[in-house]
């Protein structure tokens, strides 16, 4: 019984979408879509170098507000990730 309900109600679904879809002046209807290229900005280039500079950032910070030295080696792991950063800059500079 349940089955031949939701079958009607669905085929009656359809049956009114489908009577009263042309009869919906062009006023009432939905707006074109605009291209998405011309709304959008284009991305800024080397989203991996961007991301790379982000997370080398995250990472410092946590070396820098950690709680141990990590064997001695907190402060080399800083001066490394600040030697990187500064390449990934000097690479996003040179990029023409």
Request: proline residues 8%; hydrophobic residues 50%; contains cysteine.
């Given at each position: ?51 790379a ?14 709680n141990?030295?990590?064997?001695g ?24």
């Amino acid at each position: 019984m349940k089955k031949w309900i939701l079958t009607g109600s669905v085929l009656a679904a359809m049956v009114l979408t489908l009577t009263f879809s042309k009869a919906v002046p062009a006023s009432f209807a939905a707006p074109a879509p605009q291209p998405a290229a011309a709304a959008a900005a284009p991305a800024p280039p080397h989203p991996e170098i961007r991301a790379a500079l982000n997370s080398l950032e995250r990472a410092k910070t946590h070396l820098q507000e950690a709680n141990h030295d990590f064997g001695g080696h907190r402060v080399d792991a800083i001066k490394a990730i600040d030697a990187a950063m500064n390449q990934l800059q000097i690479c996003m500079r040179y990029d023409n």
